[in-house]
């Protein structure tokens, strides 16, 4: 992959996000992609391939929960990048430390 592909791929998830904006009807503010994609590459690779987009859900989610988004919706624009990059790091780490065994499943189904 050249580097004006990794360009072009920016844009496009630029632009991804900026769709889903307006689709939804809410603002996302700054989303720190990279650490999204990140979280996701490593649980996918470290535990199973699904577990990729939930862990993304679930960073989402619980971004939304720890600045009030999903509780308050007067608060106004929150500040969510420092909440995602924390929540994808604390995500991938938990990816090194897992165990289906420890979890009480039976693996990859």
């Known amino acids: ?3 004006s592909d990794n360009i072009d791929v920016r844009v496009t998830l630029v ?3 900026a769709a889903l904006e307006r689709e939804l009807g809410v603002s996302f503010g700054e989303v ?3 650490a999204l994609l990140d ?3 490593v649980a996918a690779h470290g535990v199973a391939r699904p577990a990729g987009p939930l862990t993304t859900f679930a960073i989402g989610f619980a971004a939304g929960l720890s600045t009030g988004i999903a509780t308050d919706s ?3 624009e929150p500040d969510t990048t420092a909440a995602v990059r924390e929540l ?3 995500a991938s780490a938990l990816v090194s430390s897992w165990r ?5 499943t039976a693996g990859d189904s």
């Open 32 to 34: 720190d992609i990279d």
């Open 88 to 90: 994808s790091t604390k």
């Open 1 to 3: 992959m050249s580097p």
């Open 39 to 41: 979280a996701t590459r």
């Open 15 to 17: 632009e991804w996000m």
């Open 100 to 104: 289906p065994e420890a979890a009480g």
């Open 74 to 76: 007067s608060a106004g």
